[in-house]
């Protein structure tokens, strides 16, 4: 019978271990969105920041399992204290977090490798000692005299179970409530905690070690080497679903919606796979989860690929969430399944993190040079079920016939697009085929190559028709999203149809032109004369002839047709790609027929008017878009002071507001409550619109009411005062809450 304070002792222990991996966990979660919004503000506010963000941490983290693992297989306990302690002390050298002076990101070249230098030199000590924690204090946990010693797995789980409940509290608690400038205080002083909770943890090593000998002391080694395949399909197992997570976040905020904060949900369910498959309930619910997969998948494949016209994006976004939960607890089962002894422990975690970087880098680094769409997505889904489990033992000739089905499947669909002409007037038969394969697939559920290689087929059979229904003249990809021009059709009562073209990002429109020789300089959309803008400018037609005019965003170049061969326009736009589209007579011609030689600014809106020169603007617009989400720094008070420090004393600030999923107003609202300006909002709703002229929001702000008087009194439009909120702090750049503004 164990001795009461043996097991005291026991529990003391446990806790100091779990309690050290919980903070590490908890600080690298902070780290990662507390940065990237500190980051955020320099580069336009792109999904791709925090893709680049992702891989630089799976990159020290994986420095950090390969450090650990070198330390504690070469070293012995002592000095792997000792080197630790050296490495410790110099990470805090990086304390408090700030980023370098004189920070500014280049603005004609991709961003991916000075953004990568920048979190080196301001994060990556710290983050280094964070990323060893877990591996090596498992490690050393499983070398003391401890009831759990031999399976110390169960820490893992508590480590993700800290990341996960940072990721959560930091948009719903964290951000809204603590001031940016305390967020990094708070994360130094969390730090210096771990480096207390580390020590403590050394020091029981230490104790313990001190009743061994010599040779007890030194690392054991296996008797037995790892396999080279046992290696390599960990390395798979990691690498699919870390790719397959950022695969997705992009997807999701591309092609479904861009829904503030929907880049949470994938790395939620990423990190509570791995407390699920690292505890004991993974024996349990691992051959449920392998049985319901190819079920989930129907209704998947069915929904989110052939037939996606009848789902909201709510729909799309449960169904991914769902076969993405499946696949990565697949693959994360295998791992926990598989997972070695402990003298093994952190060659298996350097293994993890090196397929998990891999990953991440394949994303962000490969993927957007070979492909002009998130395609890397679907790839990972074929992938992710190549790695379901091999009930026996196949031949290279069970695998050739395993092809068979799908090769067949693949080449009657291109048969069909070469031979048939009208390929649209059988849409829906080929849906309804393509619909009867995905269930057949079910039947081939124990044949892993045939399954994942069919829902494969369906994949690219379907996207390729969807592609050819969307008319796409034009699609690229760079670091700030995916940007398309497709032609449209009205179609009249008279049965008349009139093609048109429209700018797309993500999956917002961005601008859009009717392409007859009378309608081409005629602005569309959320830029239509009888919209908003439209009576801004008629309203001011006999007093602008002269005026110096800045606009943030070009989209299609609908507003240049607004300009006067007398004004001077400076057109900002971060996405050097948009430029080029603008200027592209064969997709959007608004450049060549209205603008005046305009003056063109590429890189981050706010840090380019900032160098222009004071007093220098009689009007600027601030239209800039990502997807469907306004960059956060360009609305905080900071950006307002610096906008009013660059208008002339009468200028006039005009913002587009227009948001299906947060109300913007509330924040330029404060603003011009706090900083004493005068504001009037129209949120246009056209009744029997002329087509292509959409409901739209925009606010226009100034010094002066008198400027805006005018727009008062106009009979143009319904111009209103702001309406008055008390129920949210002014955005700063210290401090932004997304949650807030959440219709």
Known sequence: MTHPAKNNQSLSWTLLFTGTLFVSASLM???????????????????????????????????GYLYAHTISSRFKAVRQIQLHTLVILLSCLALPLALPENTTP???????????????????????????????????????????????????AASNAGSLIALISYPFLIEPNIDLSAQKTDWSL???????????????????????TVSEEAPTQSAEKLPLITKLYWLALAFVPSSLLIGLTNFISTDIASVPLLWIIPLTVYLLSFIIVFSSWNDAIHPVILRLQPLVFIPFITYAFINPADLPYWGYLILHVIAFFFSVM??????????????????????????????????TFVAPFIFNGIYEYPLMIIAALLLRPRINAISTKSILLQFLFPTVIVAIGISVYFIVDDLLQYFDIIVISLIVITFITFALRQKTVAFAFTIGAVIFLSLSLHGFESHTLFQERTFFGVLAVRESVLTYENNQD????????????????????????????????????GQFFKEFDNKNANWNIGVVGLGAGALNCYAKATQQWTLYEIDPLVVDIASNPE????????????????????????KETDGQFDLLIMDAFSSDA???????????????????????????MTNRHLALKKVLSIHAEKMHLAALIQEYRPQNPPPLVVATDWVVMAKNPETLSPLSVSQLGNWEKMPLYFDMKPWTDDFTNIISIWK
């Open 498 to 533: 009139e093609t048109y073209h429209e700018l797309v990002h993500g999956t917002t429109k961005h601008g859009a032109q009717r392409l007859p020789k009378d309608l081409q300089q005629v602005p569309l959309t959320y830029y239509s004369r009888p919209g908003p803008i």
């Open 106 to 156: 280049p603005t004609e070249s991709n961003p991916t490798l000075w953004i990568v230098w920048i979190l080196l030199i301001a994060i990556g000590l710290p983050l280094f000692v964070v990323s060893t924690t877990s591996p090596l204090i498992q490690k050393w946990f499983a070398s003391l005299d401890h009831k759990d010693s031999d399976d110390p797995y169960f820490l893992y």
């Open 587 to 610: 997709y959007f011609t608004y450049m060549k027929l209205c603008a005046h030689q305009p003056k063109i600014q590429i890189g981050d809106a706010r840090l380019s008017i900032d």
């Open 330 to 363: 697949v693959c994360h089962g295998e791992l926990s399944k598989h997972r070695p002894a402990t003298q093994h422990l952190t060659n298996f975690y350097l293994i993890m993190s090196f397929g998990g970087m891999l990953g991440g880098m394949f994303n």
């Open 190 to 212: 969390g730090y210096l905690l771990l480096c207390t909770l580390i020590a403590g943890c050394a020091f029981l090593l230490y104790k313990s070690k001190q009743s061994l």
């Open 630 to 656: 306004v960059p956060t720094h360009l609305i905080t008070k900071e950006a307002l002071d610096i906008y009013f420090k660059k208008l002339k004393p009468n200028g006039i600030l005009a913002f587009h």
């Open 29 to 63: 979660f902070v780290l990662q969105p507390l940065f990237g919004k500190i980051l955020l503000p320099l580069l336009g506010g792109s999904p791709a920041v925090w893709n680049t963000c992702m891989v630089f941490y799976q990159t020290i983290l994986f420095l």
